[in-house]
């Protein structure tokens, strides 16, 4: 569906757990990783389940990255509260429909479902066994407490009624709450769930402060926080030239002018990775990247921020073609707090 999925760490380090598990218990292993593969198949269908809403509600999905308690699709722009419980309730109602497909496949042979097979697995529950794993992946994800699916379905009623920011607010709440009655409980009695829970309170903690984010961004043009001061290089520069002006400002970013008009973008680490491939006295055309994201001066600055998510990223501030400013990560992060402690913007 043209979305790259990334796998952070973590999720990797929870799949060699849960192998090893595996591996030390009393199941054929042979089964045991087919249902570990079925498992994350399963959560990969979830995930596209969501993307596939959002392409629906006319959004774009930038990229989904998987993490232990699930994945965390990227949106080109905030979704409304309708559209938000539409692309949230995707991704339960693929595990539900996978569960439901499965079960009535067992009943067609005759077959009722081993409710135990979690519990007490065997080479002949393994159909039992994904099944029941994508209805614990349905339920869990229902939860009405952030990061969950059920949290954004949460938030979006809230937000019918009131601000997008206390929606959120009540909405990590409950995500937090969560997190610490499912470490205590894990504490005492199942470890691995206390782990679950600190990925589930960080994610919750991690949407409180987006959403801050948001509102601090709300009816905020981008040209009132973009950086209007800034060096730019000409398709003919060198790289030496890139690396002196590195040096010489504090500038990570480089518009790539062919006359007025801009055509490229050198970032840092794709100046260091022509250095160290082809030489200083190599052309900044050869590494720039061509396909820059770009943004009108007129844009809304809350919409923007889902393309400024990480240290290091830039995007270009361009009217007909003309490069006016740039955007980056830390100049935003400078105006948001500036803005949180009172200043607002002047308009230039």
């Not at 998987?66 to 509260?81: C, N, Q, S, W, Y």
């Not at 990925?199 to 402060?209: H, K, P």
Request: proline share 5%; hydrophobic share 50%.
């Amino acid at each position: 569906m043209g979305v790259p999925v990334q796998v952070h760490f973590t999720f990797v380090l929870l799949l060699v757990f849960l192998a090893l598990m595996g591996v030390g218990g009393n199941q054929p292993p042979g089964y045991y990783g087919l249902f570990l593969l079925a498992l994350l198949a399963s959560v990969l269908l979830h995930e596209f389940g969501h993307a596939l809403a959002t392409s629906c509600c006319g959004l774009k999905t930038l990229e989904i990255v998987m993490f232990p308690i699930g994945g965390v699709a990227r949106l080109d722009r905030p979704a409304k509260p309708r559209q938000e419980f539409w692309i949230a309730a995707a991704g339960p109602l693929v595990n539900l429909a996978i569960a439901g497909a499965i079960f009535a496949l067992l009943y067609s042979k005759y077959h009722g479902v081993n409710l135990s097979a979690l519990s007490e697995p065997g080479g002949e529950s393994l159909a039992d066994r994904i099944a029941l794993g994508n209805l614990v992946l349905a339920g869990f994800n229902l939860l009405p407490a952030f990061p969950m699916d059920g949290g954004h379905m949460l938030r979006a009623a809230l937000s019918r009624s009131r601000p997008e920011y206390e929606a959120t607010r009540l909405a990590t709440w409950s995500g937090r709450v969560l997190a610490i009655s499912m470490a205590l409980y894990g504490l005492v009695n199942m470890p691995m769930l206390a782990l679950v829970a600190f990925f589930v309170f960080l994610g919750a903690d991690s949407e409180g402060i987006a959403a801050r984010r948001r509102s601090l961004a709300q009816a905020v043009p981008v040209k009132a926080a973009m950086l209007r001061e800034y060096r730019s290089l000409s398709h003919g520069s060198t790289l030496r030239e890139a690396a002196d002006l590195l040096l010489a400002t504090s500038q990570q970013d480089f518009p790539i002018l062919h006359g007025d008009q801009v055509i490229g973008l050198l970032g840092r680490n794709a100046l260091l990775r022509g250095l160290a491939a082809a030489g200083p006295d190599s052309y900044v055309a050869q590494f720039m990247d061509r396909e820059f994201a770009s943004v009108s001066p007129d844009a809304q600055l809350s919409d923007v921020l889902q393309l400024i998510t990480h240290p290091g990223a830039c995007v270009l501030v361009v009217e007909d073609g003309r490069p006016l400013g740039l955007l980056g990560y830390e100049n935003l992060s400078h105006f948001l707090v500036l803005r949180s402690a009172g200043l607002r913007p002047v308009e230039r």
